[in-house]
T-cell receptor, first 113, second 109 residues
């Protein structure tokens, strides 16, 4: 299966600032997915990113807060904008690769102070 | 939408013990995955198992799609097995994946 490289692995940010998370897949994939995992919780899907079109956001998530780019079939970014302490979470990207289910990046552990 | 329930929510084992984790889902699915999230937050794909049984070392998984459940077996547990185990299934008719709440496992030395 494919490998997804995600960075940064962790960051501590000031409230009101923005952070962009990058994911690089070592093969072309049609769809990429972005998840949020709040402390002690399960994973919640933020949005689905297709190349060449706007991302599709899940209920409770909006583009102004979590803008996503998908410039090609191997790369995507998620920006967490105007951060507050409530945005402190692990953010993960994912893609279906090789017909054997979904593979995940290593995650970005974000702390907002 | 589809519901995914995992049990037990928490599990403490003595090293060397065996355990069974369960995942129930409310609708028919065409695939199911088990993941292990280690203490550093990394999500490791354990099994892609839409049906039948698979084994990988001390771990095995069985999915009975007609009865809408899957089981993950951990034998001779080790401290490195600690973490959270998630099952995940696709939303009916789509590509999105829904995660269960997870089973938090702690293996004592």
């Amino acid at each position: 299966s494919a490998v997804i490289s995600q960075k940064p692995s962790r960051d501590i940010c000031q409230r009101g600032t923005s952070l962009t998370i990058q994911c690089q897949v070592d093969s072309q994939v049609t769809m990429m997915f972005w998840y949020r995992q709040q402390p002690g919780q399960s994973l919640t899907l933020i949005a689905t990113a297709n190349q060449g079109s706007e991302a599709t956001y899940e209920s409770g998530f909006v583009i102004d807060k979590f803008p996503i780019s998908r410039p090609n079939l191997t790369f995507s970014t998620l920006t967490v904008s105007n951060m507050s302490p409530e945005d402190s979470s692990i953010y993960l990207c994912s893609a279906m690769t090789g017909g054997l289910g979904y593979t995940f990046g290593s995650g970005t552990r974000l702390t907002v102070v | 939408g589809i519901q995914v329930e995992q049990s037990p929510p928490d599990l403490i084992l003595q090293e060397g013990a065996n355990s069974t984790l369960r995942c129930n889902f409310s609708d028919s699915v065409n695939n199911l995955q088990w993941f292990h999230q280690n203490p550093w937050g990394q999500l490791i794909n354990l099994f892609y198992i839409p049906s039948g049984t698979k084994q990988n070392g001390r771990l095995s998984a069985t999915t009975v799609a007609t009865e809408r459940y899957s089981l993950l077996y951990i034998s001779s547990s080790q401290t490195t097995d600690s973490g959270v185990y998630f099952c995940a299934v696709p939303v009916t008719g789509g590509f999105k994946t829904i995660f269960g709440a997870g089973t938090r496992l702690f293996v004592k030395a």
